[in-house]
């Protein structure tokens, strides 16, 4: 076999596992920005086997709590979210970077694009980041997001929701996403939540309500585990 | 009050339970700028150190309009061949430091533009040669997942003749793969769609 058709076999099977897929028409802006040939594999590389690696420098305690980044509190209903990030092996990812960002308590972002007639808050701004610890757990302290409109159809609303961006250990397990709320109305109608086609998949993306890391007399806590994909080149002192 | 307007489609919603497994991708969106962008992202390496140079772009969509809400990062060896194992993405690198790693948001015309330097070949895990590249990976409203893909440049031809990816894609395709070298650096345009779509790579299965 050639290592061009090396190639297309493996696009061929990757065809099969990329959910979401790149197209999905009824979230109208993938028609034209989605790629429409086969992915290739590449050979291995150190390139995307290695990536960034984080430090406590890299982040204030004050980043990963949204709730006290501005002159006083900020508004809605306060919340603790977090998690544990592991690798496709179940090994947890240490003192790898979470960024997160989302709109605040009205569904509106603080973001010239966006133009939904919701209030701003002032004391909110909805971006926070953090390393995962020794056991590769995060935790942020925030604000519930509202839902909010967009054009994508009639009608449209997003499910309430907080991006995550994630490096894990290497530039092969980059991953962004958007964590869900147990239960929300709206995921019937929403094309990127429904992306995902696999609904057993899909499920992942929504958190669960723990008790256990609710706080009494403060916030409601929600769980939101990761798993990275990817292969990462194994570290010295690991192999 | 009017009753409201059903979505044009609707999707079933069952009590089907998560299965275990990898955390799927969702799309970056729209809102991003006041979250991921640093002002030292762009600068992979310090403007001072020799060799740096000028690596931009633009992001085209399947129309061949310029996307202004991509977010394009990318990661890579030094001039040796070594990858930064130190902490520290959101700090400018020194004047002729290094740093392996940049992020940025591409602007109203859909460009994004690099300080760099020409990494060494690194090689495969199985040790086989590569020619000297830079890994990119693309976000945006509108994309699911990221695009990954690989920047190679025209200066390196007898290297890129027997790298292992390049002479395993299409020799028509090969070349959206190879930045085209100009005065003061290099261009690297990534068209998501069409004819003349650049190579997009699967690094998520190794």
């Known amino acids: 076999m050639t290592d061009l ?66 002159s006083g509190e900020a508004i809605g209903e306060r919340i603790i979210v977090h998690g544990t990030v592991r690798d496709s092996y179940g090994k947890p990812v240490r003192n790898t970077l979470v960024e997160v960002w989302q709109a605040n308590a009205a569904g509106r972002y603080i973001h010239k694009v966006d133009q939904h007639p919701a209030p701003l808050d ?24 509202g839902p909010y409109p967009w054009r994508n159809h009639t009608n449209a609303w ?19 996403t958007q964590m869900y709320f147990p239960g929300d109305p709206l995921f019937f109608q929403d094309p990127i939540f429904n992306g995902v086609r696999d609904e057993a998949a899909r499920k992942r993306l929504i958190s669960s309500y723990d008790h256990s890391a609710t706080r009494p ?12 994909g990817g292969a990462a080149r194994t570290p010295m002192e690991e192999s | 009050m009017t ?35 640093y002002d030292s992202g762009p600068q992979v390496a310090g403007s001072s150190r020799p060799g740096a140079f000028t690596l931009h772009g633009c992001v085209y969509d399947a129309e061949g ?15 040796s061949g070594r990858f930064v194992d130190e902490p520290g993405i959101f700090e400018a690198p020194a004047p002729d430091g290094f740093r392996g790693f940049g992020r940025c948001d ?33 976000f945006a409203r509108g994309m ?21 990816l390049l002479s395993s894609v299409e020799a028509s395709r090969s070349a959206t793969l190879v930045a085209a070298s100009e005065d003061g650096g290099y261009r690297f345009d990534v068209r998501l769609q069409g004819a003349d779509e650049t190579v997009f790579l699967d690094v998520a299965a190794h």
């Not at chain 1, 909110?124 to 610890?133: E, I, M």
């Not at chain 1, 007399?217 to 990275?228: K, M, S």
């Not at chain 2, 309009?65 to 001039?79: G, H, T």
């Open chain 1, 5 to 70: 058709e090396k190639a297309q076999q493996s696009a061929d099977r990757v065809a099969t596992v990329l959910d979401p897929a790149y197209l999905f028409p009824d979230y109208t802006s993938t028609v034209l920005r989605s790629p429409s040939k086969a992915l290739v594999m590449p050979p291995a590389g150190l390139s995307e086997l290695t990536g960034p690696t984080f430090g406590s420098g890299d982040v204030r305690d004050t980043d990963a709590d949204l709730t006290v980044h501005g």
């Open chain 1, 122 to 145: 002032p004391n909110f701004v909805g971006a926070g980041r953090c390393l995962t610890d020794e056991q590769g757990h995060y935790t942020f302290t925030t604000i519930k997001p």
């Open chain 1, 158 to 176: 997003r499910p309430a929701h907080i991006h995550f961006s994630l490096f894990g250990r290497a530039f092969t397990q980059r991953l962004v």
């Open chain 1, 217 to 228: 007399e403060w916030a409601l806590g929600y769980r939101f585990d990761i798993v990275l």
């Open chain 2, 3 to 37: 009753e409201p307007i059903p979505p044009t489609f609707v999707y079933e919603v069952t009590d089907v339970p998560a299965s275990e497994g990898v955390t799927p991708w969702q799309t970056v969106g729209p809102y991003f700028h006041y979250a991921l962008p």
């Open chain 2, 65 to 79: 309009r310029p996307i202004p809400d991509s977010l394009v990062e990318i990661w890579q060896a030094d001039e």
């Open chain 2, 106 to 138: 591409t602007d109203a015309d859909g460009h994004y533009a690099f300080t760099t330097v020409k990494p060494a070949g690194v090689p495969t895990e199985n040790g086989a040669e590569q020619a000297p590249h830079i890994a990119m990976s693309v």
């Open chain 2, 144 to 164: 699911l997942r990221r695009v990954v893909t690989r920047v190679y440049f025209d200066d390196e031809a007898s290297a890129n003749a027997s790298d292992p």
